[in-house]
């Protein structure tokens, strides 16, 4: 599904990415965890096409994608979560969903008559709230809804936006416990819908329980990529965590 060749990202001097390579498959949940600042935002900004990669090759799907705008590649089902960015504050949940599918409408359904065109659109919006249990603010402003129901909001919009691959950075970052579990729900529909995840977290207990895969990055590089209980177990994550004076680290 993706394909990641050797990229190396830099900034001025800065060299943030030193040559990381991997893989991952249609359908797999990988996380990506590491100590702040070891490039991870970096990497989805990279994948997304709004970080230039200096080396290295990314492909979707077969086709190489590092060279394109970020749209063109959100338009080949790249769905990058935005960190409440990615939404209408001012606009209501209904609309912000009904706009992302109405962007990518075909233009076949432009000869349906506008009235049935609409009521439609808001029939499926109203499903996708209904997946994340939030068809009953539709009709509210999405900047009246708390920081991990905007989260959910944002997840369900890409889903809308028919993204395939979700790029999810620190989605449960300073919200509730109990949304947390709203959020990793989501996160489960996604996977049970066959769509691909990667998700940055912290919180290695939290992603363990749905992640395939776990990748650790540290100073740009990956330094372990396996499954979830090999990585945990491995003595090279507490070195990384524990082993240096990185009282930044949050395991
Ligand atoms: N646009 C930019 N210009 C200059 N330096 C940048 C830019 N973006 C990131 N960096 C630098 O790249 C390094 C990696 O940053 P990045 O945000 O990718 O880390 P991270 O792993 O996501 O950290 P955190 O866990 O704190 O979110 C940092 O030193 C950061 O200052
Ligand atoms: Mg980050």
Redesign the pocket.
Known sequence: MLELSDIFVS??S?H?LNGISCSVRGGETVGVI??????????F?CISGF?PCRKGTITLRGERIDHLEPYLRAQRGLGRVFQNFGIFREMSLLENIQLALESRRDTSAGFLPWSKRTRETIERSMTFLKDVGLDGKAREKASSLSGGQMRLLEIVRTLALGSDLFLL??PTAGVSPRMKEDIAQSIRNLQSMGKTVLI?E?DITFIQKFCDRIVV?EE?RVVLDDTPERVRSDERLQEIYFGRDDR?ARP
């Open positions: 900034f001025r800065a943030v590491g100590p702040n600042g070891s490039g991870k935002t970096t990497l900004n970080a950075d620190e940055i912290h990055l740009g930044s």
